[in-house]
């Protein structure tokens, strides 16, 4: 049997002794914490904590690695609701076309941004894909990623998305990583069906769909509605097939503008509605009232310069949210948990300790793994971060850029 135990923790953090998840509104701001503790792992459990002058009575020091945390902080692994971490190539020209005065917006429209993308992919083969993923993951498990949510939405045909998802089910049999995937086909209308939007979204729907499931290849379903994009009778189309299919859906709703998308996922059982950068008081209404879980990624709203998610108001209206990155090429080229916290602070007001639940227990529910992981509960998984030395808990999304997680351990 492998035993670890961490000792002389300066403070474990996220601790529910019962796990309870998500947290809803004020309950965010409630972060449990001990000092001066320790942690006892057993085959890659939590098996015990406590303080440590409780120690000395029940550890069995037979075949147990020690690891010595003295001045640092232990803390639940982020749990990355929402990315597109397998992508082909980086998109920095647009990035400085925007500088230059083009919007996200006209950009996507003059067949840039995720259309850039689907060309890029449908060069590049499986392995490459595969590769470059895997270079991301480990890069984001040194910021103290421990599980992710990866969506297709590059490919756009039923091959490419084939590809794109098999690139995931091999992320997930490989990487230590907690992995789960999205079928994102309809995230953007390809070329050739400007003209007949129906069409794809029929394409979706009868033809990748069905290849998906089958190959086992997806846990969720996601559509981007958005002007330009999917309405939100074709949003209710793409969600009422894939949850006759087996498959939840979490959703890409009201990044530039409201159309009606919160409710239709709520309808139909969204795990989250994501993103929420524009929120109507209706929306507000809808979330309070439901289990969905609202997802605001602002990492997303840093690089694009748009307006960020009122989390503060959510909150108010005793909503249950998560803080994911939105990893990808186009309008949010870093994976980075750390960076996603200090912004919740910085930028939309929320404590430290809020930022925190929401990165990892809500984050947990927002991926359906509140059982195995997101806190530090005994018989979840053990799947932490221990910090560099720190003077405090808050220290980490205060100190924005700097990378304050010196080991993540994964089991
Ligand atoms: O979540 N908004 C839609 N999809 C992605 C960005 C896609 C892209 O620009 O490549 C997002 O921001
Ligand atoms: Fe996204």
Redesign the pocket.
Known sequence: MQKILIKNIKGLAGIQEESQSPLRGNELANLQMLENAYLAIENGRIADFGSMEELAGVVDWTDLQVIDAEGKFVLPAFCDSHS?LVFAKSREEEFVDRIKGLGYEEIGKKGG??LN?ARKLAEMSEDDLFEDAMKRLEEIKSYGTGAIEIKSGYGLTLEAELKMLRVVKRLKEVSDVTIKATFLGA?AFPAAYKSDKEAYVDLVINEMLPKVVEEGLADYIDA?CERNYFTAEQLDRILKAGVEAGLKPKI?VN?FSVMGGVQVGIKHGAVSVD?LEEMSEEDFKSLSESSTIATALPS?SFFLNIPYSPVRDMLNRNIALALAT?Y?????PSGNMQLVQSLACIKMRLTPEEALNAVTVNGAAAMELSEELGSITIGKKANLIITKPMPSMAYMAYAFGENCVEQTLLF
């Not at 990808?328 to 949010?332: K, W």
Request: with cysteine; aromatic share 6%.
């Open positions: 597109h941004g995720i993308s995230h981007f890409h990044q993103h997303c939105d990808n090429p186009g309008s949010t």
